[in-house]
């Protein structure tokens, strides 16, 4: 058992695997968000797409595999260090404020409605 957990650095290349998997819930989730877009419209969506895409692929697997993924490719990354991914985190979090402010508060506020 003293070989579980080895100090050396192991398998410290990209994960195909992993990449794969990311990319497909990615376009899952684009696949799930136009059907969102789409729904609301007064155009109707076939029951059958609503149900694929949006019960079995868009929920379940698009974004829990895809932040299971980032999780387990922290392991693998070169910034794997608690300040590195602070601060990343950090900016992240900020960027994405910027985004929704962009996205949502500018148009409704451009529009008049505040």
């Keep these: 058992m003293s070989g579980l957990f080895l100090n050396k650095k192991v398998n410290t290349g990209r994960q195909m695997e992993l990449d794969i998997a990311k990319a497909f819930s990615i376009i899952f989730m684009i696949f799930l968000?136009?059907?969102?877009?789409?729904?609301?419209?007064?155009?109707?969506?076939?029951?059958?797409?609503?149900?694929?895409?949006?019960?079995?692929?868009?929920?379940?697997?698009?974004?829990?595999?895809?932040?299971?993924?980032?999780?387990?490719?922290?392991?693998?990354?070169?910034?794997?260090?608690?300040?590195?991914?602070?601060?990343?985190?950090?900016k992240l979090y900020l960027l994405g404020i910027l985004v929704n402010i962009f996205e949502f508060i500018l148009p409704n506020y451009a529009a008049g409605l505040f």
Aim: with cysteine.
């Design 33 to 90: 968000h136009v059907l969102m877009v789409v729904g609301g419209f007064e155009n109707t969506v076939s029951p059958t797409y609503n149900f694929i895409i949006g019960q079995v692929l868009g929920r379940p697997c698009a974004a829990p595999v895809f932040m299971f993924c980032m999780g387990v490719g922290i392991i693998y990354s070169r910034h794997s260090q608690w300040d590195s991914m602070i601060k990343r985190g950090v």
